[in-house]
């Protein structure tokens, strides 16, 4: 299976997802042949770096690779080979499914796709307790990731917990279920 995380310029929201994503996995023993986590952008300036204060908010193991990431425009050939396309905004997720309408049922904002997963883990008793206490309404989830490009480190700090928390629920998801059926 293939997440690919979409934003606008793929230096800050999408490849800070795609990393937290990649190490959540590991950390669950989620091999990546089970889940690939990609990321772009739909306006991209070629050969711009992830940015500095973004870097900072992953684990440093990821932090050499994120340094190195370069922003990728989406494409055709990307959307295609996603089986899940998860936007940061309800706009951006909008406009891709109009752009592609032929993949509009794998299209979502990364919010949506956490709620359903919360929905789905409370309605089977399966949402562990420690994700359960930080959770006061799985619709909490539905918000939009508000872009924090050229904003204090404090505000990359609270975008990046803002999609920890939803990555922790998709992750969670996929290790009760073994994959990640969000229809």
């Given amino acids: 299976m293939t997440i690919l995380f979409v934003c606008t310029g ?15 996995l590991a950390d669950r023993q989620i091999r990546p042949e089970q889940c690939r986590a990609e990321s772009a952008g739909l306006a991209v300036t070629p050969g711009q770096h992830m940015s ?16 190195a990431y370069e922003a990728q425009q989406i494409d055709a050939r990307r959307l295609s080979a996603a089986d899940w ?7 951006q997720s909008a406009w891709l499914k ?3 309408a032929a993949l509009a049922p794998r299209i979502m904002t990364l919010g949506q796709a956490a709620a359903i997963c919360c929905r789905k883990l409370t309605a089977s008793g399966k949402l562990p307790q420690e994700i359960a206490v930080q959770t006061t309404t799985c619709g909490q ?3 939009d990731i508000p872009d924090p490009y050229g904003r204090s480190a404090e505000v990359y700090q609270s975008t990046a917990r803002l999609i920890r928390q939803d990555l922790l629920l998709i992750v969670t998801y996929m290790a009760v279920y073994g994959d990640l059926m969000l229809d």
């Fill in 141 to 143: 989830y539905g918000r």
């Fill in 10 to 24: 793929n230096t800050c929201r999408s490849p800070l997802a795609m990393f937290m994503l990649r190490s959540l």
């Fill in 52 to 67: 500095q204060p973004a870097v900072a908010c992953l684990p440093e193991s990821v932090q050499p690779q994120a340094l």
């Fill in 98 to 100: 109009q752009a592609a």
């Fill in 85 to 91: 396309v998860f936007c940061m905004t309800k706009q």
